[in-house]
């Protein structure tokens, strides 16, 4: 079982990125995904999630309007656009796939929005 994470970087405010993050070595599709990030000195808060087939989305207060999650069962990926980043933004990001208590996670991508 494998989630593989990618797409951070260093970027300035007001900028994108867009995170992907690749499943493996179990059903995706059967899945909900979703969005984490952890920043310095800070626990770990959801995001974003998106339950595994009707496509119901959640997003935190924080950042509805500027990212969108989104996913591709056919590619066994989930993506994160985040558009009109802040510093605030920084973090280390993980995805996330659950079902019932089966969790696993990304090892993380960190994003930096700094001047």
């Known amino acids: 079982v494998q989630l593989q994470a990618s797409g951070g970087g260093l970027v300035q405010p007001g900028g994108s990125l867009r995170l992907s993050c690749v499943a493996s070595?179990?059903?995706?599709?059967?899945?909900?995904v979703g969005w984490f990030r952890q920043a310095p000195g800070k626990d770990r808060e959801g995001i974003s999630c998106m339950s595994n087939r009707e496509g119901v989305t959640y997003y935190r207060d924080s950042v509805k309007g500027r990212f969108t999650i989104s996913r591709d069962n056919a590619k066994n990926t989930v993506y994160l656009q985040m558009n009109s980043l802040k510093p605030e933004d920084t973090a280390v990001y993980y995805c996330n796939a659950r079902l019932f208590l089966t969790d696993y996670w990304g090892q993380g991508t960190q994003v930096t929005v700094s001047s």
């Open positions: 070595g179990f059903n995706f599709d059967q899945y909900a």
